[in-house]
Structure formats: structure tokens, C-alpha cells
């Protein structure tokens, strides 16, 4: 559908009003695009009197978007995200630029990298650049070619392919077993653990085994590697996905005392919608090859 630019405001109205929101001030926007303050304001104030809309305000020394100025941030945020990657898609040069791929740091360490080098022997020509982050970061807005997410495969503005059913385990070091496979309720809850903290899906877990999590021992680890790795050293159980536990249990390191299976949840392979570079193809073949 072809854009009507004689109703569409200003360009640099926009770009001005982008930088303002993402940055949160007049004067950073001003530095970013290097221009002055005032002029950063005068784009701003004028887009707002074309649009007939309140979209930014003061608030002490800050500025805070209204929830028009909201929606209009994210979409531009969106857009020129789309223009950015597209440009530097086309300057890097067909099967030069790398792959970018986020994951969890857990799911780089556990999964990706145990199995990362059959990849780069069948394929040595395409480089990838790993950007293990605990945030869900935007595809467009960070360059992003490729994520890996655990949910319901239901989220907006990408492509979602399953990947690997979510079936987790509670596990724990064998010397905390003490010999033991199998463990009560009773004993269980005894017990010390050590979960990853803002993840109440696993005390949700917990509490269908019949489990009182706020009468147990939990230690709660900034995030999942810390967390896995006190429970290698033996300091609590822990409830994780297998497929990230899967090498620890081959090799000793951890034992699974029952298994917890959740249909609604897997992790996803998730892209940008649109045209895929061949390379990216590849790379999802490959993943899709590896489970």
C-alpha cells in the first residue's frame, strides 16, 4: 500500500521525537542526532501540534511518554528498526555478515555449545555471533537474526518453529543424595533448593507435585546458570529443563529424582517475518537437526 506523504509528519519530527523517548530527555536526543536542545523540543512540540496529541511531558528532571506517545515510540522504535537491519544487510554483503542469535545464558552454555562444533564442521563458511542474555530482546530493534524462546510460542511481531518440548526435571548433586535415587514429599521438602529468581513457573511446578515451597529451604540465584551451578556443587535441588541438564546427568555431575512435563510451554525458534537469508535457513535446519 503505497504511503500517503502528504499527511505523514515530518521525518525529522519523528526521528526527533524517537530519540527523545528512547532516551528519555531533550538533551540526550540532542547529542545522539547533534543538534541543540531547543531543536530537539521545537520537533517534538511541532509533531505533537500535527498529530493534535499530547505525546511527551515533564516529570522532575525527566521526561515520561503518554500512552500515545507510547505507542507511537515502540512503532517508530519498530520501523526504523526495519530500515536500520535492512541497510546493514545490504552494506555487509550476501553471507558476510554474521548470524546473531540470543539465547539464555543457560541454553548457550547446556545446549548450544556441546553441540555448536558438529555445526561449524558442516558449515565453516557462516559465521554466528551468540548474544546469551536473561531479557527478551526485540529481533528488529537489536539486528537480531535469530532467538530462542521458552513460552507458549504465541508472541506478537515474530515467527515462531518449536524446537524442544519443555519437559523439566527436579535435579540435584549426587553427593547431596547421599546415594539415594528416589525422595518423599516429605524428604523433598526438607531439603535445601536453589531456584533462579522471577521464575515462579517452577514454584508454580512445585506446588502441582503437592509441595509448600513457602515452607522450604529456597535459595533464590540471580539467574539460571548460578542456580545450576550451586546445584553441580551439591548446595540444593533444583527444577531446570532437561534438555539444559541432559550433559550433567551423562556425566555424573546431577541426578534426576522425577520428571515434570508441561504441553503448554517449549522452547521456539524465533525470527523476524519476512525474506530469510540463506544462511539463516541453514542454521535452522541444523537446530531443528540437533534435539
Not at 538533551?27 to 505533537?48: G, P
Not at 517452577?202 to 542456580?227: S, Y
Request: net charge negative.
Amino acid at each position: 500500500m503505497a504511503i500517503d506523504w502528504r499527511s505523514f509528519p515530518s521525518l525529522t519530527q519523528l526521528r526527533a521525537f524517537e530519540a527523545a523517548a528512547r532516551l528519555q530527555g531533550f538533551s540526550q536526543a540532542a547529542r545522539e542526532l547533534n543538534v541543540t536542545h531547543a531543536a530537539i523540543a521545537q520537533q517534538v512540540r511541532a509533531l505533537e501540534a500535527r498529530l493534535n496529541c499530547e505525546l511527551i511531558y515533564r516529570e522532575g528532571r525527566g521526561l515520561k511518554l503518554t500512552a500515545s506517545g507510547d505507542k507511537l515510540a515502540q512503532a517508530l522504535a519498530d520501523g526504523f528498526g526495519v530500515i536500520e537491519r535492512a541497510v546493514a544487510d545490504l552494506a555487509a554483503g550476501t553471507g558476510k555478515a554474521p548470524l546473531h542469535l540470543t539465547m539464555t545464558p543457560a541454553f548457550a552454555t547446556q545446549w548450544l555449545m556441546p553441540r555448536l562444533g558438529d555445526f561449524w564442521t558442516k558449515h565453516p563458511e557462516i559465521p554466528l555471533l551468540l548474544h546469551p542474555e536473561q531479557r527478551v530482546v526485540d529481533l528488529r530493534r537489536d539486528g537480531i537474526d535469530l532467538g530462542i524462546r521458552f513460552g507458549s510460542g504465541k508472541w506478537p511481531g515474530v515467527e515462531a518453529e518449536f524446537l524442544s518440548s519443555a519437559r523439566y526435571a527436579i535435579v540435584a548433586a549426587p553427593e547431596l543424595l547421599d546415594g539415594r535415587t528416589e525422595l518423599s514429599n516429605r524428604e523433598i521438602s526438607a531439603m535445601p533448593w536453589v531456584i533462579e529468581q522471577d521464575w515462579p513457573e517452577a514454584l508454580a511446578w512445585l506446588k502441582e507435585r503437592g509441595l509448600k515451597p513457602d515452607a522450604m529451604q529456597i535459595t533464590l540465584m540471580p539467574n539460571e546458570e548460578l542456580a545450576l551451578a550451586a546445584a553441580r556443587q551439591g548446595l540444593g535441588l533444583h527444577v531446570e529443563a532437561i534438555a539444559l541438564v541432559e550433559q550433567d546427568v551423562e556425566e555424573g555431575n546431577l541426578v534426576i529424582l522425577s520428571q515434570i512435563t508441561d504441553d503448554a510451554l517449549a522452547y521456539y525458534i524465533v525470527t523476524r517475518p519476512g525474506p530469510k537469508r540463506p544462511e539463516l535457513k541453514t542454521f535452522v535446519r541444523w537446530l531443528k537437526s540437533a534435539v
